[in-house]
């Protein structure tokens, strides 16, 4: 019985503190006035976010049906006109990017697609708004990251520091209450004012399982911004237990917050683009062309680099001359040559999104270094908006445009004759021959993009919730190390 009193008293005294410090931040306006403008701030955030992402969701799978509609309604017309008409692939936004958009907002939500070309995604919100609107982007997951460690830190700066000040820290301790049970009672009701700030994200990530998301990823996702609260909430019961001035530990918490939250996520990104350097735009445009010329103009049926080709199907056929074939050579070309083309462009682009990922990958490393690096790369690794996804995307929209510029090209070989084709532009009923029907643009497959499994997700944030548990375990040692020096 005696054993069974002695394990629950220290946990009892923990529930006592508590209670004082909430009775404390209660009879304190400032405390509750920051708490009641962090908990309204983020839940206008949530509802803000979620009601525009709503209307994009909405908005860009009614763009996909009418852009696939206005391809398919387009009249008989000559094969490679339709390949130069193009077609668009937008990209939905993920259920969770209701709390974070992530990299949504700066790659760009929607591609052109058209033969011989790979086209950079267009239409960022960010790359369309001025300076003013980006400042007005609060975001749930911007708030939680950014403005609730300050809301911490104003709430609990004097939590430990208090006490010794008003020289009752030393009766505390007479009355047989160890140091290290009175700093884990202030975190307790640290922990406290946490589950309220997670209460408005909660809410909404459950919202987004009407839209498909996995209860997983939802999990994961409060779980980490859990952990990352909780990494805060111990670095400030170690500066108030640490330091013996109030004044002192708030000055010492908000260096760290400009350092943790302002400082490091900037060297993370400065870091990367010095260690992974990345070839730039025209550089790369120039090396692309250099290449493509070796491969022949595909509109030149007579261009050198196809000769090998041309006698390839003469033998195959057994004729003379290339307007004896069964076939259109012409579209044979035009076939061949976006099929080398396109394996061009590929290795290209694999190169440029295997820099971006390393580039990332450097700057994630820094998670180690600082909290606010590591809770940014889980939430959007958790949530699908990280550039992952946006890869993800572009290889899609990549296979979407090869698929229906191929299946244009083959309704050229097979439905156009060459001469025909050669006389196009002779007379304008030789260019009503030239024209193919208009059943044969049914070769688009409905473009439908969904972000990766929850469990890829998961197992890619790993290294995030191992770098948060590290820096909990880290600052729980050096908390009790302190509290056993408590005075």
């Known amino acids: 019985m005696s054993e069974h009193s002695s394990s629950t008293a220290p946990f009892a005294k923990m529930i006592i503190v508590a209670k004082d410090e909430w009775r404390y931040w209660l009879r304190s306006k400032l405390a509750i006035s920051v708490l009641a403008i962090g908990l309204i701030l983020t839940l206008s955030s949530v509802v803000v ?29 000559h094969p490679h006109r339709m390949v130069h008409y193009g077609h668009y692939a937008f990209r ?31 239409f960022a919100d960010q790359k369309q708004g001025t300076a ?27 939590s430990v520091s208090r006490e010794r000040e008003a020289q009752t820290l030393t009766y505390l301790l007479s009355q047989g209450t160890s140091g290290f049970t009175l700093i884990a009672g202030k975190g307790l009701a640290l922990m406290s004012v946490i589950s309220l700030i997670l209460v408005p994200l909660a809410i909404s990530a459950l919202f987004s399982l009407h839209e498909g998301e996995s209860i997983t990823a939802i999990v994961g996702f409060i779980l980490g911004y859990a952990l990352y609260l909780t990494v805060w909430a111990l670095l400030v019961l170690l500066c108030s237990s640490a330091l013996s001035k109030n004044s002192e530990s708030f000055t ?24 992974v350097p990345a070839a730039g735009k ?35 056929y057994n004729v003379d001359s290339i307007d004896q074939l069964p076939v259109n050579y012409r579209g044979v070309i035009a076939m061949t040559s976006e099929a080398k083309l396109t394996q061009v462009l590929n290795e290209f682009a694999e190169k440029r999104m295997q820099t971006e990922l390393a580039q990332t990958n450097v700057s994630r490393y820094f998670g180690w270094l600082s909290p ?19 890869h993800k995307f572009l290889r899609e929209a990549e296979e979407l445009r ?19 084709d050669m006389n196009r532009n002779k007379d304008t009923d ?45 600052l729980i040692i050096v908390i009790r190390l302190v509290g056993k020096r408590l005075v």
């Open 49 to 77: 976010t979620a009601i525009n992402t709503m209307e994009l969701s909405h908005t860009r799978h009614a763009l996909q049906e009418d852009a696939e509609q206005t391809f398919a309604d387009q009249p008989d017309r």
């Open 92 to 122: 939905t936004p993920s259920p969770l990017s209701v709390l974070d958009p992530g990299v949504d907002a700066y790659t760009g939500n929607s591609i052109f697609l058209e033969g011989h070309r790979q086209n950079s995604a267009m």
């Open 132 to 158: 003013l609107t980006q400042l007005g982007s609060l975001t749930p997951a911007f708030i939680v990251q950014t403005l609730a460690p300050l809301l911490l830190i104003l709430i609990g700066y004097s």
């Open 252 to 275: 010492a918490l908000a260096l760290t917050w400009i350092l943790l939250c302002v400082v490091m996520p900037r060297v993370a990104s400065s870091t990367a683009i010095t260690t």
């Open 282 to 316: 025209l550089e790369t445009d120039f090396a692309v062309a250099a290449e493509m010329r070796k491969l022949g103009d595909g509109h030149n049926a007579n261009d050198p680099a196809f000769a090998q080709i041309k006698a390839s199907l003469l033998e195959k």
């Open 372 to 390: 606010m690096v590591a809770i940014r790369s889980l939430s959007m690794l958790t949530a699908g908006t990280s550039i992952e996804t946006h």
């Open 402 to 420: 090869f698929d229906f510029v191929q299946g244009l090209n083959k309704a050229h070989v097979e439905q156009l004759s060459y001469q025909d």
């Open 430 to 474: 030789s260019g009503q021959k030239a024209r193919v029907n208009a059943q044969n643009w049914q070769v688009l497959d409905d473009f439908s993009f969904a972000v990766d499994t929850p469990s890829l997700r998961l197992q890619r944030s790993a290294p995030a919730f191992l770098q948060l548990l590290a820096w909990i375990a880290a």
